[in-house]
């Protein structure tokens, strides 16, 4: 087991953390925390259990044993309700493919997590606009289904960005882009803790990229036993 401690105060704290699937732990004995300002990277190959730490701390998956804490809170005690704010206020998540929606243009993405948070519209029209042309994209007049990989994966980060959320999890940000798209998207993913304040949580099977992260950690996967976290 490898406690991971961020120089910031800890916005999100795991601890001793096991997740299981059907009768099988898939990962044991995780700990690590992360400040606001921060970044951790988990790194891992396909398969060794990187999904399954972040469908926890998502609040998606109840860990079989140890605990995770986001802002002191337990996230496998939330309500229904305190879960529904957590998701849609506080975690603002990356995926690998952008999960966007095709016939809509890129403000209009945006513009969707912002609301489902129930911002105030005009202020989600502003703030989708101000951060998409922070990432070099023009917030209208393409759809998404006709923007390159890197364009793509920049609306997903504004998705991720609307709400202003303490925490940012990529799951493999950069996974399913090309070498040009895929140097763009990591420098706007790494510019999160800066840029924007929040706690940066990344999980990839890119060497270099995880490298690049405030905290490495390697997941090591056993075939006759769980995964555990490393220092990597």
């Given at each position: 087991?490898?406690?991971?401690?961020?120089?910031?105060?800890?916005?999100?704290?795991?601890?001793?953390?096991?997740?299981?699937?059907?009768?099988?732990?898939?990962?044991?004995?995780?700990?690590?925390?992360?400040?606001?300002?921060?970044?951790?990277?988990?790194?891992?190959?396909?398969?060794?259990?990187?999904?399954?730490?972040?469908?926890?701390?998502?609040?998606?998956?109840?860990?079989?044993?140890?605990?995770?804490?986001?802002?002191?809170?337990?996230?496998?005690?939330?309500?229904?309700?305190?879960?529904?704010?957590?998701?849609?206020?506080?975690?603002?998540?990356?995926?690998?493919?952008?999960?966007?929606?095709?016939?809509?243009e890129?403000r209009?993405?945006?513009?969707?997590?912002?609301?489902?948070?129930?911002?105030?519209?005009?202020?989600?029209?502003?703030?989708?606009?101000?951060?998409?042309?922070?990432?070099?994209?023009?917030?209208?007049?393409?759809?998404?289904?006709?923007?390159?990989?890197?364009?793509?994966?920049?609306?997903?980060?504004a998705?991720?960005?609307?709400?202003?959320?303490?925490?940012?999890?990529?799951?493999?940000?950069?996974?399913?882009?090309?070498?040009?798209?895929?140097?763009?998207?990591?420098?706007?993913?790494?510019?999160?803790?800066?840029?924007?304040?929040?706690?940066?949580?990344?999980?990839?099977?890119?060497?270099?990229?995880?490298?690049?992260v405030g905290?490495?950690?390697?997941?090591?996967?056993?075939?006759?036993?769980?995964?555990?976290?490393?220092?990597?």
């Amino acid at each position: 087991m490898t406690t991971v401690t961020s120089e910031a105060a800890p916005i999100l704290e795991v601890c001793d953390l096991a997740v299981r699937y059907r009768r099988r732990r898939v990962v044991d004995g995780v700990s690590f925390a992360v400040g606001l300002g921060d970044g951790a990277a988990i790194l891992g190959r396909s398969g060794s259990g990187k999904s399954s730490i972040l469908s926890a701390v998502i609040g998606l998956v109840k860990p079989a044993a140890g605990t995770i804490r986001f802002d002191g809170h337990d996230v496998a005690r939330m309500s229904r309700s305190q879960r529904e704010q957590y998701l849609r206020h506080e975690i603002g998540v990356v995926f690998q493919h952008g999960e966007l929606f095709d016939d809509l243009e890129a403000r209009e993405n945006v513009m969707v997590a912002a609301l489902l948070a129930e911002m105030d519209r005009d202020d989600a029209y502003e703030r989708s606009t101000t951060l998409l042309r922070d990432l070099g994209l023009e917030p209208s007049g393409t759809l998404v289904r006709d923007m390159s990989g890197g364009e793509r994966q920049r609306v997903a980060i504004a998705r991720a960005l609307v709400t202003s959320p303490r925490l940012v999890i990529a799951d493999e940000p950069t996974g399913s882009l090309d070498a040009e798209f895929r140097d763009i998207v990591a420098e706007h993913i790494l510019d999160v803790p800066r840029r924007w304040g929040s706690a940066l949580l990344m999980v990839t099977h890119d060497e270099a990229l995880a490298a690049r992260v405030g905290t490495c950690y390697r997941l090591l996967a056993d075939q006759d036993g769980p995964a555990q976290l490393v220092t990597a």
